[in-house]
């Protein structure tokens, strides 16, 4: 899945203008859900590992694209696991503070595919999966560490959630009236290794 999206990536880039900064990169965050239920079975944010580009136009405009996989298992004591994929796209205003150092911010979409498995309270093994769309803010910094190779680190916050009237009870599907709504907002501190492709051509040439 991840080395598809980078396909289509360099495919998108790739009929793009000339004069546009472009760059690539992989991922690894700490990934925290939001939703109560979650601190009370995992315990701990679990780790999302992805890919992740940027196309920077001349001036202050920079639009920062991935994805990525995050799974978490439950702590012991109970048998509940968590998994899913999650896409995004943040269009970032950005400012040079010094030279290899710049900051950026904005809002953003996300979606997320995933699933969830474990015994609720009244000891039946539940299934559930779906999908969501939401919005984020994210904020960060780029460094220059050599060349063309630089470091991100960066601060997300994701708002959405789900509504299900379908589960997987004890293997069997039931139905869930009123439908079952699910806070699927997260935070997450992310550092990213990208190596820029192109530069951007702040002349327009």
């Not at 001349?58 to 048998?79: M, N, Q, R, T």
């Not at 803010?137 to 708002?159: C, K, M, N, Q």
Request: charged share 15%; proline share 4%.
């Amino acid at each position: 899945m991840l080395s598809f999206s980078l396909v289509m990536i360099f495919s998108i880039f790739s009929s793009l203008p000339g004069g546009l900064g472009i760059d690539v990169g992989t991922s690894v965050s700490s990934f925290a859900p939001t939703d109560d239920d979650y601190d009370l079975r995992f315990r701990t944010p679990g780790f999302s590992y992805g890919l992740v580009a940027s196309l920077d136009a001349p001036g202050p405009l920079v639009i920062h694209i991935g994805g990525e996989y995050f799974s978490k298992k439950a702590s012991s004591g109970w048998d509940g696991e968590v998994s899913s994929m999650l896409f995004w796209a943040f269009p970032c205003a950005q400012l040079g503070v010094m030279e290899g150092f710049r900051v950026f911010g904005g809002p953003g979409i996300v979606g997320v595919n995933g699933s969830y498995s474990g015994t609720d309270d009244f000891g039946s093994f539940v299934e559930a999966a779906g999908s969501s769309v939401g919005f984020a803010a994210s904020v960060g910094t780029d460094i220059v560490l050599w060349g063309p190779l630089f470091a991100r680190l960066e601060y997300r916050h994701g708002w959405m959630d789900m509504k299900s009237d379908r589960v997987m009870k004890d293997g069997s599907e039931t139905v869930v009236y009123p439908a079952a709504e699910t806070d699927l907002g997260y935070s997450q501190y992310v550092f990213s290794l990208n190596v820029q492709l192109s530069a951007v051509d702040q002349a327009g040439d």
